[in-house]
């Protein structure tokens, strides 16, 4: 008996130390891009040693067991391996997100200027949007319209029609806000301007979307000022497959878009097409439109150390406009119920109506801008490389609107500058009526008129015309890596671009009539009028469609641009110190004002740089804190080193750099189910350029331009932001975000008001100044002190919920807050005089509002095939607001103009097949 005692003794004891040696753990997590935070789909998860296995869902969850102190490997087609030992004791263990690298010579889109932000490494505010977000909240909005959730960012859709929508960050406008696409810098190299409708496809090629607020992190020779806003296109895919969808929703909106990839052959070729066709008939009457989007990726890897890729992209596109300028003044929405019906008077568009019974609209726009690079990755050793892109862009299209002799402007055509509907060719309906043009030309023949300035003649009154912008734009950007040491890695690169923007108005339609004369006409021949004393005068040609009128010159750019960072990296600390220099050279070649060889204007360089310096610090696996300061001193834009770059050699004298300083502190929580960034920026922009132009009378009664180039003027921009993730369950993800700043003008503004040959007038009746040594006596100064920056809501708030309830389907809602948007404002230098400064007052502000969307999608398998589907609702109550103004004389809702309301309620659906 004792014997027997003993032996069960003995093997009680073995088995518990085998349980004990050979328990399992549940072990669950997510799979994330490092880069991106897209979830990788399918990825394996493997045991170490054994055959044990799963795959990932799709949203990159998985759940695996494993033995107390094994090993799990996740393997992902272009990422590098990974392993984790499970040291961690229980039941079950949430690893959380685990974070995946891709693999540098595995098929991968070279990104030239490494400007993606790391979290708990990289010292600047960030948000990224994932693809996932971007397919589940984009519905078919535009691409501005997904970042309004991020901390500083305000969109708007000013122009009504597809691609009219516009981004602002931190209270800076868009030409002071990077866009890069692949890291490569698409700022317009004139203006500095992005014009979304240029890239009305880029949403339908992004995998992620990148906004750093500030000075960003970009390594380019001229970084942002308010912020950029960094696009990574789809890459050529290692795997072979591809997609299908279609989308419908509201006001006719209909879109379908596939996508094809060969996977990675044993050549080491790989390829990616993807072709869209987005058509609507617009929210805002008559705004009408159709895009296409055409993408195309190729691949070659070569060996371990080279790969070259060629990716090229376009968005062809036209789509009609709300009237120009922009926008009623309150009170005439009222007035035009009338004229809508069942519809919401703010859909109203003025310059909408009909010609021979047939639809029309004066405001279009047409463009193509396809992009083209070739990119090439060398990897010269273990701890260098070599990234460069060689990019070509080639743009054409045009603007149309209608124009006419003095008294017969553009504002015929819709809305008065004081944003009153014109009556005159109005009909009952309220649309435009185009007949009524064509009968006012027609009896102009029988009954001439007299235009101020201009011989009597029996022309065209009014017409249509297109303001064609087609341009060559050509760069190369390169950059070296490599490592010093076990601690410091050093970027060096260069950024040369060329450009040539081809500027011209031609008539497309003279409305019934045989010919338009243009009084800025100066193709003219000079005549003897023995009326006027024998002094010579203009005579005006005859002009038909086809032919030039106002302008017909080309800008030019030239951009050199060297940079260099130093990182350091060790332990916990993270801290770089970067610079860079630029020289930007601008002429122009005029064909309308100037003949034989004064055609080309001399050159004019402006000499650049920044100075920018980080430090990011983790407290501990949870906490970080940073921070990062910088100067720019950046170039003035085209248009302000010409008296008036439309018509003139004649350079601005005070033209200079603008200046900026900017300072930034923040703080980063991150754990498995929180993490949450608060920041505070603190930004000084000096030397701000201000434009203005206006006509007077001459001593003939003539009319004649007037431009005045201001400086001197200074805005502060500061203010905190705040935005969180929570993950309570897994089920569930909590988001959102507060933003506050307190963005205004301060200082004094000064300059001289010049007419079209240069000259410095003594008064705005265009008498020539003669007393050159006081020349500071015919200055104007318009005084800015704390008056409120418009165009851009100053507080901002959002809050997300995302639900997976059963496996495949999401639930998304989320609201969003605007207050503190001030109506925006041009300085109107007409107010000020030489004696007496002109001091701004604080801009109207516009009333807060907010909206709510709700998303849905649910992923299921039909055999082999993936399918989703997904819908969306925007603006789900129907909310009505005001998004954009223009501030009026008394600086209140009764004499704001251009008002311009928010959409309302639309939707869509979507049905996307992956194969």
């Known amino acids: 008996m004792k014997k027997h005692l003993i032996h069960f003794l003995l093997v009680a004891v073995l088995s518990i130390c085998s349980a004990a040696a050979f328990a399992q753990t549940t072990v669950k997590g ?86 993606v932000a790391v979290a708990r490494k990289t010292p600047v505010a960030v948000s990224t949007v994932n693809p996932i977000s971007i397919e589940d909240k984009i519905g078919s909005q535009e691409l501005p319209q997904i970042l309004k959730s991020t901390p500083g960012v305000y969109a708007s859709n000013e122009g009504g029609g597809y691609g009219d929508s516009n981004i602002k960050i931190r209270g800076f406008k868009s030409e002071y806000v990077a866009m890069m696409i692949n890291g490569v810098p698409m700022n317009g190299m004139e203006n500095q301007k992005v014009y979304m409708s240029n890239w009305g496809g880029l949403i339908d090629v992004a995998s992620s979307i990148q906004v750093q607020r500030g000075l960003g992190a970009s390594k380019v020779s001229t970084p942002s000022v308010g912020g950029s806003q960094n696009i990574i296109t789809k890459t050529t895919d290692a795997k072979m497959g591809g997609f299908i969808s279609y989308g419908m929703g509201n006001d006719g909106y209909n879109k379908v878009m596939f996508s094809v990839s060969s996977g990675l052959t044993k050549d080491g070729w790989a390829f990616t097409l993807l072709g869209a066709r987005d058509s609507r008939d617009g929210y805002i009457q008559g705004t009408e439109s159709e895009a296409y989007t055409w993408f195309m990726s190729v691949a070659k890897r070569f060996n371990d150390n080279h790969q070259l890729s060629f990716t090229a992209f376009g968005a062809p596109q036209w789509h009609n406009q709300r009237s120009m300028p922009n926008g009623l003044n309150i009170k005439e929405y009222q007035r035009v119920k009338q004229w ?91 649309t435009f009526d185009y007949d009524a043009v064509d009968k006012l030309n027609a009896d102009n023949y029988t009954n001439p008129v007299n235009v101020s300035g201009m011989p009597n003649y029996n022309g065209s009154l009014m017409i249509m015309n297109k303001a064609s912008n087609d341009h060559f734009w050509t760069g190369l950007i390169s950059t070296y890596t490599t490592k010093l040491g076990d601690y410091f890695d050093f970027y060096g690169g260069i950024d040369f671009r060329y450009y040539k923007g081809l500027h011209k108005n031609v008539i497309t339609d003279l409305f019934g009539g045989q010919y338009y004369v243009d009084s800025y006409n100066r193709k003219t021949v000079l005549a003897e009028n023995s009326q006027n004393g024998g002094v010579a005068s203009w005579v005006n040609q005859k002009l038909g469609v086809g032919d030039v009128i106002r302008r017909d010159y080309d800008g030019f750019v030239m951009y050199e641009g060297g940079f260099a960072q130093l ?122 350029a201000l434009y203005d132009t206006g006509s007077y009378e001459d001593a003939n009664g003539a009319s004649q331009r007037w431009t005045m180039n201001m400086s001197g003027a200074q805005a502060n921009h500061m203010g905190i932001e705040l935005d969180f993730i929570a993950k309570p369950f897994r089920w569930m993800e909590v988001n959102g975000m507060f933003s506050w700043g307190d963005w205004r003008w301060n200082g004094t503004a000064k300059g001289f008001m010049m007419n079209t040959e240069g000259q410095i007038m003594a008064n705005s009746r265009g008498e020539i100044a003669t007393d050159m040594n006081n020349v500071d006596q015919y200055k104007y100064t318009i005084k800015m002190d704390n008056v409120q920056v418009g165009g851009s809501a100053q507080t901002t708030a959002a809050l997300g919920l995302t639900f997976r309830p059963l496996k495949g389907l999401r639930l998304n809602a989320d609201w969003n807050f605007f207050a503190r948007n001030y109506a925006d404002y041009d300085i109107d230098a007409s107010q000020a005089t030489q004696k007496d400064a002109y001091v701004v007052e604080k801009p109207w502000e516009i009333p807060s509002w907010s909206t709510f969307d709700v998303s849905a999608g649910y992923t299921f398998d039909l055999g082999k095939i993936r399918a989703t589907l997904s819908g969306n609702v925007n603006n789900l109550f129907n909310q009505e607001y005001i998004a954009d103004a223009r501030d009026g004389s008394n600086h209140d809702w009764e004499t704001a103009t251009r008002v311009i309301y928010g959409w309302g309620r639309t939707y869509s659906v979507r049905l996307k097949f992956n194969f």
């Not at 050699?649 to 200046?659: G, I, L, Q, T, W």
Request: aromatic share 14%; charged share 20%; with cysteine.
């Open 567 to 688: 990182e350091y990296n060790k332990d916990k600390v993270s801290a770089f110190v970067s610079g860079g220099l630029t020289n930007t050279s601008y002429w122009r070649k005029d064909r309308f004002y100037y003949s034989g060889d004064k055609q080309v204007s001399s050159k004019k360089h402006y000499l650049g740089g920044n100075l920018k310096a980080g430090l990011n610090y983790n407290l501990d696996e949870y906490n970080n804190v940073f921070f990062n300061t910088g100067f720019i001193s950046r170039a003035p834009i085209f248009d302000n080193t010409f008296i008036n770059s439309q018509s003139s050699h004649e350079r601005n004298p005070d033209a200079k750099n603008e200046k900026v300083y900017s300072f930034e502190l923040g703080y980063g929580y991150r754990s498995h189910y929180f993490t949450a960034n608060v920041n505070a920026y603190y930004t000084m922009w000096k030397d701000k």
């Open 30 to 115: 997510q799979l994330v891009d490092s880069e991106t935070g897209e979830p990788l789909v399918g990825a394996a998860v493997m045991v170490e040693g054994t055959s044990q296995g799963t795959v990932t869902d799709i949203d990159g969850y998985f759940k695996q067991g494993v033995a107390q102190g094994g090993t799990l490997v996740f393997k992902y087609v272009g990422f590098k391996d990974l392993k984790k030992k499970i040291t961690q004791k229980g039941a079950s263990v949430d690893l959380g997100a685990i974070q995946m690298e891709p693999d540098a010579v595995v098929l991968k889109d070279v990104v030239i200027t490494s400007s």
């Open 340 to 430: 809508m019906g069942e519809e919401s008077p703010y859909r109203y568009n003025s310059t909408f109506g009909y010609r021979n019974g047939q639809v029309m609209n004066s405001s279009r726009n047409e463009y193509h801008k396809p992009q083209m690079s070739l990119n090439h990755l060398w990897q010269i050793d273990h701890k260098s490389s070599l990234s460069t892109a060689a990019y070509m862009s080639i743009g054409t299209g045009a603007g149309y609107s209608g124009t006419g002799v003095t008294g017969y402007s553009s504002s015929w055509y819709g809305t008065a500058n004081d944003g009153t509907v014109n009556t005159q060719f109005r009909c009952p309906d309220g």
